[in-house]
């Protein structure tokens, strides 16, 4: 009787873990639809811009959270843009960035390539547009379900212009 019960008591845990999951997804979803960022830290050259919508039942504020352009990197990211699409190598757009001293994504002197590869897989982030459900999940730090990074577009949820644009469409 015991592992029956045992088993009964996993199936559902998990599948309170399954039902959770997805309210939270469909959550995030939600926030996209309605202009609000899904979480996480906002890309370089943006910072999060609070917004209180209303109260909940135990009378705390329920806040979401908008991109703005941070006034410091924000020119820094536009540049970078600006030059990669230019057809600048990675290298020496960082190279010279380290050179005039300006910080780098982490906050660190050194700008290394992925933080060039990040802006740059966010670029429809920087174009305006909201963008949520791209990546697979990981079935460790180092592999995605699939083997792939990146959903399938048709899966990503997308809301445009929703806040100030970094590079026009026409660099981009």
């Known amino acids: 009787f015991d592992n029956a019960m045992e088993g ?5 845990d998990q599948m309170h873990s399954d039902f959770s999951r997805a309210g939270a997804r469909r959550g995030q979803e939600q926030n996209i639809r309605d202009g609000y960022r ?7 050259g943006y910072r999060l811009k609070k917004h209180v919508i209303g109260v909940n039942r135990n009378k705390e504020e329920i806040v979401k959270s908008s991109l703005e352009p941070d006034t410091e990197t924000f020119p820094i990211a536009n540049e970078y843009l600006k030059r990669r699409a230019a057809g600048e190598s990675r ?3 960082m190279q010279e960035f380290m050179e005039r001293g300006i910080s780098s994504p982490s906050g660190g002197k050194t700008w290394y390539s992925s933080a060039g590869k990040s802006i740059e897989e966010n670029i429809m982030v920087y174009q305006g ?3 949520h459900n ?4 990981r079935i ?9 990074k990146w959903r399938n577009r048709a899966e990503w949820v997308v809301h445009e212009n929703c806040h100030e644009r970094c590079i026009s469409d026409e660099v981009a």
């Open 91 to 93: 290298r020496s757009i």
């Open 38 to 44: 899904a979480g996480g830290r906002p890309p370089y």
């Open 8 to 12: 009964i008591c996993e199936t559902f």
């Open 134 to 137: 791209r990546h697979n999940e």
């Open 140 to 148: 460790d730090k180092r592999k995605y379900k699939g083997g792939k």
């Open 129 to 131: 547009h909201l963008v």
